[in-house]
């Protein structure tokens, strides 16, 4: 028993659903619309729940979506899902800063939607007009956890984590001026949050703030 298919070009791990609740997630750049196509057809047929490939372009999406029927595609999120799960009882909200942090919170939304958490999404709730945010308290509290995307000087997860008792998952973006550095001083900034437990995931990445949030929820969901 391998718990993987070897198909040459890749070796799709068929056993990661048993023991993390959701199939291998696949990663779009740096593979062909051929490469793709083999390793969902895998991951569909050794599993039973949503299937994912992240970052996929427009063009490279369509491809892969016309040879493996029943995929959706979300442009913002650049995410193209097979078998989305729904109805899971974990309230998750996405607050994002700027408009121009969107597209990392869409996929930080879009991955948590179709891993089948309840999302709602919070938009230009950034630091520089905090009434934005005061006025989404309630909402905020109601959340079984909080993913804060920023970019600038990414003081958003510290207001939140003083705000909410539940986890605050900190996603740093590139978004901003010189001095941001592509993201290197809200990823500072956020991993020396006064705000304890906040918790940081790698710049711009949506998708690990979203499998963390799924990884919690299983947790809750197994006791």
């Not at 089948?116 to 308290?137: P, Q």
Request: with cysteine; charged share 15%.
């Amino acid at each position: 028993m391998t718990g993987f298919e070897d198909l040459g070009y890749a070796r799709p791990d068929t056993d990661r659903e048993a023991r993390m609740g959701v199939p291998e997630v696949v990663y779009g750049p740096g593979k062909t619309v051929e490469q793709i196509v083999g390793v969902v057809r895998s991951l569909l047929a050794a599993n039973d729940g949503p299937v994912l490939v992240t970052r996929l372009e427009p063009d490279a999406a369509a491809a892969v979506a016309a040879q493996v029927p029943g995929g959706t595609y979300d442009r913002v999120a650049r995410l193209l899902v097979w078998r989305p799960a729904t109805g899971r009882e974990f309230r998750l909200v996405v607050a994002s800063a700027g408009t121009s942090d969107q597209p990392v919170a869409a996929e930080a939304a879009a991955v948590a939607a179709a891993l089948g958490l309840d999302v709602h999404e919070l938009r230009d709730v950034g630091v520089a007009g905090l009434h934005r945010l005061l006025a989404e308290t309630g909402e905020l509290q109601a959340a079984d956890a909080v993913v804060c995307v920023a970019g600038m000087e990414g003081a958003l997860p510290s207001v939140v984590g003083g705000l909410v008792g539940c986890p605050v998952i900190a996603v740093p973006t590139s978004v901003g001026y010189g001095a941001v550095l592509e993201g290197v001083t809200p990823l500072l900034a956020m991993l020396s949050s006064c705000a304890s437990g906040v918790v940081v995931v790698n710049i711009d990445s949506g998708f690990g703030a979203a499998m963390a949030a799924h990884r919690m929820a299983l947790r809750l969901a197994q006791r």
